[in-house]
């Protein structure tokens, strides 16, 4: 199984903070990665495909980018509604696998 | 609007069963990749399974086989878990999802329904 890491674990930032989260993988998924966001007690929320195309509706502060091993998820200015943790997911060979997340605290 | 809503969680005894439904509006069902995706009470997400458009292809996380099934009724804009020798260790919420359009990540989610192992 392709074993997906990302780094911090967890972080601590303000509004207006320009955050970026890393996932890597065990080995390489081409750029089958996708990030989602969730909150506490609420489903998962689609942010990105394709390592780098913004889902519909998900605003422009988010944006991936990375190919092979190694991919980014940045928040260009971290607003109220971002914290939360956030989980990368490769699916480019089956099982599909996902990071064990990166929570976004208030600092 | 996408919808996904799940239904048929509960309490059930371990080697006990369980069949869980997901009932899709809002778009043509027949035409996307659906899924199946678990969360363990603190824990991450887990991908259970997914079916193809016309349930030609499942594939499943190993930890399942042989346990779970996954299908669906094109007819009905319906997808199911039929869970058997249930364990403890799947206790978790299971999320319905839908695969995109051009893309075989998760664009829509639904809210999940509890599914518990005990005795």
């Known amino acids: 199984d392709i074993q997906m890491t990302q780094s911090p674990s967890s972080l601590s930032a303000s509004v207006g903070d320009r955050v970026t989260i890393t996932c890597r993988a065990s080995q390489g998924v081409s750029t089958l990665l996708a990030w989602y966001q969730q909150k506490p007690e609420k489903a998962p929320k689609s942010l990105i495909y394709a390592a780098s195309s913004l889902q519909s509706g998900v605003p422009s502060r988010f944006s991936g980018s990375g190919s092979g091993t190694d991919f980014t998820l940045t928040i260009s200015s971290l607003q109220p509604e971002d914290f939360a943790t956030y989980y990368c997911?490769?699916?480019?060979?089956?099982?599909?696998?996902f990071g064990q997340g990166t929570k976004v605290e208030v600092k | 609007e996408v919808q996904l809503v799940e239904s048929g969680g509960g309490l059930v005894q371990p080697g006990g069963s369980l069949r869980l439904s997901c009932v899709a509006s809002?778009?043509?069902?027949?035409?996307?990749?659906m899924k199946w995706v678990r969360q363990a009470p603190g824990k991450g997400l887990e991908w259970v399974a997914n079916i193809k458009q016309d349930g030609s292809e499942k594939y499943y996380v190993d930890s399942v086989k042989g346990r779970f099934t996954i299908s669906r009724d094109n007819a009905k804009n319906s997808l199911f878990l039929q869970m058997i020798s249930l364990r403890a260790e799947d206790t978790a919420v299971y999320f319905c999802?839908?695969?995109?359009?051009?893309?075989?990540?998760?664009?829509?989610w639904g809210q999940g329904t509890l599914v518990t192992v005990s005795s």
């Open positions: 997911q490769q699916y480019n060979t089956y099982p599909y696998t």
């Open positions: 999802a839908r695969g995109g359009v051009s893309d075989p990540s998760v664009d829509y």
């Open positions: 809002g778009f043509t069902f027949r035409n996307y990749w």
